[in-house]
């Protein structure tokens, strides 16, 4: 299995969108990460749950501060035909919760700890009822 075949689809905001408006859509599509975008669609950065509950820790309105103010500008990424086995490396070895998927450095997917799990035991159940029969 790759990448690609596990990712979820995900909207990428550009940097200078407003963060309640991202915190609206991260809510409503249960994302925990989003990455961040410029013109040309290339990764720029990445924004989280964390970063947004940090700002209006500190005081932050969200309807003033933009994204490009908030988000990671280090991203780790993986390639849409990378293997399962690359991207668990990955997610296990630097404690990441969610990564952007590219191909051809386009963000097209984001995969999450919940997606690769929901393959293995996927997978696991159907090798299982495929040796009973």
């Given at each position: 299995m790759i990448a690609k075949q596990?990712?979820?689809k995900v909207k990428a905001p550009k940097k200078d969108a407003k963060c309640r408006d991202v915190a609206r859509y991260m809510i409503?599509?249960?994302?925990?990460?989003?990455?961040?975008?410029?013109?040309s669609e290339k990764i720029i950065g990445i924004i989280?749950?964390?970063?947004?509950?940090?700002?209006?820790?500190m005081g932050k309105d969200l309807d003033a501060v933009t994204v490009g103010e908030l988000m990671s500008p280090k991203?780790?990424?993986?390639?849409?035909d990378d293997s399962m086995e690359a991207v668990m490396d990955i997610m296990t070895k630097h404690y990441i919760v969610s990564l952007p998927v590219i191909?051809?450095?386009?963000?097209?997917?984001?995969i999450?700890?919940?997606n690769v799990l929901h393959?293995?035991?996927?997978?696991e159940y159907i090798e299982y009822f495929m040796t009973i029969r």
């Open positions: 596990v990712m979820g409503s599509e249960d994302y925990g990460h989003m990455p961040v975008v410029d013109d989280s749950e964390f970063d947004l509950l940090k700002a209006v820790r991203v780790i990424t993986v390639n849409h191909k051809y450095d386009k963000v097209i997917g984001l999450n700890r919940r393959s293995i035991v996927d997978h």
